[in-house]
């Protein structure tokens, strides 16, 4: 059953939507003051409210904007009633986020269809809300290592807090997909997730890229701009590769951030926002603060939660979930989705030591697909040559002499062809064997010829 809630002064107005409504099997309460309103909001959570504007207590418009701004996932649609209906007075209230308004005289037809409507929108939305907390939960971050793990348990703990987040870790480890996670399971998973890589700003540009302009300076340019942290309000804001901002930028953001507070390029007054800010950087802050690169005051307010994605080459127990995961999807994007992936593939994919990390791995699985159309599974020999000869030459990571053997081999042939640009006969030739001898063993090797 739905639950619509009736907010107005006139006991003969509640008397008549009380009848009506519940002639309609909705269950309806209703109150004469905001301040009991608000109580009642407190303790039901109804699916449509009836608010008339003019309440003995406060201003309905006020009440509305409060509503909007609760905490919680199951506020009502707000169908704003007003017995003198300007237009200017609609706007105010579908701007501050009313979901209709209705003009007295009320009329039977035209408040049960409104009525209707605000429900099925507050269906939708609910559906809505638990789709993405679904998804949310469903978290994409893929790998079964205890770093992996440890990531998702972090993730759960510190996304329902409002703390500030700083992402450490090399290049494509995944700290942006973090940030993403972090928000999705956050209360602000409904609002905007705003991204500002900051090594992409030029110096000029960033404080009106912050915290936008009023009367542009630029000659027929726009007369106003949002800048990020005005757009991220209510949400998230991602500060991408924060160790590549100036020193400049730094001092601004950290005001910004300390007040939550700002004054847009040429406005009159500072404006505040609630934002929630998480910062990612590959480079080591510590030495950054040391060599008199960034400040060090800053670092201490973005990093109230410090997270650190540890390099792929370090959890390669993930190696084979990512990789038969990427092959799954890169698969069916490309309709493909039988292709596999030989054992004696994914050991060499484990170790090779991802200087690009996950996002390497993800690059090499795609490109793969598309250089061997017709291969049903991936060989070793469909690996590029860079894995091949990436890969690690510790003794403890064989475990026969003849997998020792066969590794060096594979190097000492691969360099040889290298030298020789590619050139099969000459190749042989240096290395003493037949041409024909170096072909049969580069199939046991596993090296391909296109390579
Ligand atoms: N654990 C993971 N599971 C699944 N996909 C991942 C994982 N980690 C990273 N990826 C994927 O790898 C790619 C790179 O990740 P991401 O962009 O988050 O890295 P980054 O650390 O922000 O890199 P950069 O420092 O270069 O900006 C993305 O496509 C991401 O989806
Ligand atoms: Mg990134």
Redesign the pocket.
Known sequence: MNHILVVDDEANIRKLLEEILREEEYSVASTGTASEALVLLRDVSYDVMLLDIWLPDRDGLEVLSEIRSLETDNKPEVIIISGHGTIETAVRATKLGAFDFLEKPLTLERTLIVVKNAIEAKRLRSENQEFKRQLALQT????ESVA?KALRQQIRLMAPTNGRVL?F???????????RAIHAESQRCERVFVELNCAAIPEDYIESELFGYRNSAIPGGPAEKRGTFERADGGTLFL??VGDMSLKTQAKVLRALDEQRFTPVGAIHAMSVDVRVIA?T?KNLEEEIAKGNFREDLFYRLNVIPFY?PPLRDRKE?IPL?TR??LRAFGREYGRSRVDIAEDAIELLKHYHWPG???E??NLIERVLILNPQAPRIERKHLPMLVHRGTSKRSEDFSTLHQAREAYERDYILKKIDECHGNISRAAETLGLERSHLYRKMRTLGISVRE
């Open positions: 994409p971050i893929t790998g992996a992402i870790g090399e290049s494509g480890s995944g700290k942006e997909l973090i940030a991408d590769e990612a590959n994605v993930d990512l995961d990427f990390n996950v996002r791995l993800k």
